[in-house]
């Protein structure tokens, strides 16, 4: 995803966000190779609120930095004046079968507590959303939290509709280096 144009986009927060802390724009752009060690402390932070127990602390910087190296997902970090990079978003293509055509899934998207209320995660998702576009997708997919009604009021106010599929999920546990 990274043949994508890779223009940093100033993106406006909406009416009544970022007004009050004085932030101005949010910028969002695409992460490379150098920008793994601050998408890692954000997808940390991710990790965290999700209550994922990580057990080895490079963990998450090597899954991310191998994601970005083999183009395997679109990594977006969100920049807001005077706060430094405060968001990301994480991508992944899928296909759709019954659409015939390709998707984007929106695996992760967090906005760091000291960037919140600023209009980083709207502007995140509309760059998601306008980068989908300008590839062709037929669609975004995302899931959220039950109890994450920020987040879930985000996502209806962009136009997202929640499905009335139930979603499953068989837990196969994590490979282990003999499971070969």
């Known amino acids: 995803m990274s043949g994508q144009a890779a223009a940093r986009q100033d993106i406006q927060p909406p009416q009544g966000e970022g007004a009050a802390a004085g932030t101005g724009a949010v910028a969002v752009r695409a992460a490379g190779e150098a920008d ?29 930095a191998e994601r970005i190296a083999k183009d395997e997902s679109l990594v977006l970090l969100a920049e807001v004046p005077g706060l430094g990079t405060v968001g ?48 062709g997708v037929s669609g975004v997919q995302l899931e959220t939290a039950y109890d994450n009604t920020v987040a879930q009021g985000l996502y ?12 499953y999920f068989h837990d196969l546990g994590r490979p282990t280096p003999d499971a070969g």
């Open 36 to 64: 793994i060690d601050t998408a890692a402390a954000l997808f940390r932070g991710y990790l965290d609120f999700y209550e994922v127990d990580v057990e080895d602390p490079d963990g998450p910087r090597d899954f991310l």
């Open 88 to 135: 990301f978003a994480q991508v992944y293509r899928a296909f759709s079968s019954l659409s015939l055509s390709t998707a984007w899934v929106l695996n992760d998207l967090y906005v760091a507590p000291a960037g919140r209320r600023t209009g980083a995660g709207r502007a995140l998702l509309r760059e998601v959303l306008r980068r989908a576009r300008e590839a």
């Open 156 to 167: 209806e106010a962009e136009g997202f509709v929640r499905e009335e599929f139930h979603v």
